[in-house]
């Protein structure tokens, strides 16, 4: 079992970058999948972006793939999401979420973060 707490959110340009980060206590994720949200009022939780176990098997959105990336520190025992080139409609919270399995591009995840606002201003 694992506690999840997502930092970094802020207020940013359209075209600027955010790093969110993603920390985890009461267990290592060194044996968990781990993905990233974002919730925008009104919508439905989407998939961003997810990392195996290992870090060498990533998946992304279509919508991101080129801007965004996925990485973790095991020493750290955190998991980040590199954000450029952010446009005005990806503003939402965003969460950060840890399964035992294999990464996936769904909501099949087992643990789940408290989320941070990220606010992208035209």
């Known amino acids: 079992q694992v506690q999840l707490v997502a930092s970094g959110g802020g207020l940013v340009q359209a075209g600027g970058s955010l790093r969110l980060s993603c920390a985890a206590s009461?267990?290592?994720?060194?044996?968990?999948?781990m993905g990233w949200f974002r919730q925008a009022p009104g919508k439905e939780r989407e998939f961003v972006a997810a990392?195996?176990?290992?870090?060498?098997?990533?998946y992304y959105a279509d919508f991101v793939k080129g801007r965004f990336s996925i990485v973790r520190d095991y020493a750290k025992n955190m998991v980040y999401l590199q954000m450029n080139s952010l446009k005005a409609e990806e503003s939402a919270v965003y969460y950060c979420?840890?399964?035992?399995?294999?990464?996936?591009?769904?909501?099949?995840?087992?643990?789940w973060g408290q989320g941070t606002q990220v606010t992208v201003s035209s």
């Open positions: 979420a840890g399964r035992l399995g294999p990464p996936v591009p769904t909501r099949a995840y087992d643990y």
């Open positions: 009461g267990s290592t994720l060194s044996s968990y999948a």
């Open positions: 990392i195996g176990w290992s870090g060498s098997r990533t």
